[in-house]
């Protein structure tokens, strides 16, 4: 185990590059999905499994990953996670005919899961305290980052030398993720390496859910992925024409930039459940406000903002609320598996909502969803209160 009274600086930083390279196995396929009819001529609708069956997986087995990771070894886990997913990336590189090209994409959501559950429970551990603030917001800016290099880089590589130009390069960066943490990482325990049952998994999945410690973030992260993703997704109709495309690109920019700025500075003077419940608290009103202005973008800036505090904040308090790694890659392996159902539902329950009622029925489900996430910490936070001290720190 690291020393806890300093941060392993090289380590953190080459965990996030690595969490890159797992978010990329999302926008490698997003960014270039208007490509994918050249290859695959009358696919139709199937061709978004191409994107969406990654995410099925952990929606599926994202808590299994969580008591898998912490059986095998994180060091372990990240090295199958970015050696078997460089492979996958190489053979999609030849852009095979979409029935084989599916299967690989949900192999390849098994890996996406080992590194989204491994990475950020091995940056709580070879952060010192006093940083884990920062190495965990830094961390829950991955996807945001990821998308956005992929979108300014790889998406000219494709239009240049095709999309399988792109995954081959995806497949490269996490080849060299692996040999750049190989080094750096703590070595596993020998007691490691055991599959656990399938008794054991439903034993530590209801483990999971019912402890106000080890279930907080997951339950949290369900409603702002439910929320960030479909209000992205659905609001640009209502933004003015000749702001719209320029807001939309913001948006995600300012809500990293509020994670990193703003909530690290709150994670120094108060525990991260409260930053949580304070984006929660803040993205209401962000919401609030687009009913009575609607398609304002300065307030739709403001909420992402908002949203942003809840994003980092809430990889700050796995460890915060957790002392025990195993306890902590469970936890991650609940985000995971939250974060997928919410990105699955919030979409279509909202698009149905604005079909009943148009921008009302977007943006009312949309305050209600918010209100619950911060309820939820709070709820959490009284259950955990008789007990404080019991399984990790109060908050």
Sequence with gaps: MPNDDRTHWAAVLALWLAGLGAAAQYGKVAVVYDMLPAYYPGAGATLGWAVSLVGVVGLVLG?????????????????????????????QAFMPPL??????????????????????????QLSAQRHRGFTLTLWGTFFGVAFALVAAFGVPL?????IGALFFAHGIWLALCALLLAPLLPGDNRSDGALPSLGEVTRQAARLYRSPWIGA???????????????????????PGAL??????????????????IGVALLRVMPAVRVVELGFIAAVLGVLALLALPG????????????????????????????APTDRALANGGMAQMGNLGNTIGVPILAAGIAVAGYPGLLVPLAVALCLGGLTHFALGLLRRPRAGASGPAA
Aim: proline letters at 5%.
């Design 296 to 323: 304002n973008p300065v307030v739709c800036l403001v909420t992402a903002a908002a949203l942003g505090l809840v994003q980092g904040a809430s990889f700050a308090a796995v460890p915060e609320l957790n002392d």
């Design 99 to 124: 029935w084989l090209l599916l299967p690989l994409r949900v192999v390849e959501g098994a890996f996406h899961l080992a590194l989204v559950v491994a990475a950020p429970t091995l940056i709580s």
């Design 217 to 239: 973030a997951a339950w949290g992260w369900l409603f702002y992925t439910f929320s960030f993703v479909s209000l992205l997704t659905l609001i640009p109709p209502y933004i």
């Design 63 to 91: 808590v299994v990953a969580g008591v898998v990771v912490a059986r095998v070894g994180l060091k372990r886990a990240m090295a199958v996670g970015l050696l078997g997913g460089a492979v996958l990336s190489a053979l």
């Design 244 to 261: 719209r495309t320029a807001t939309l690109a913001a948006m995600p920019l300012v809500s990293i930039a509020s994670s990193m700025v």
């Design 158 to 162: 494709a239009q240049a030398q095709g």
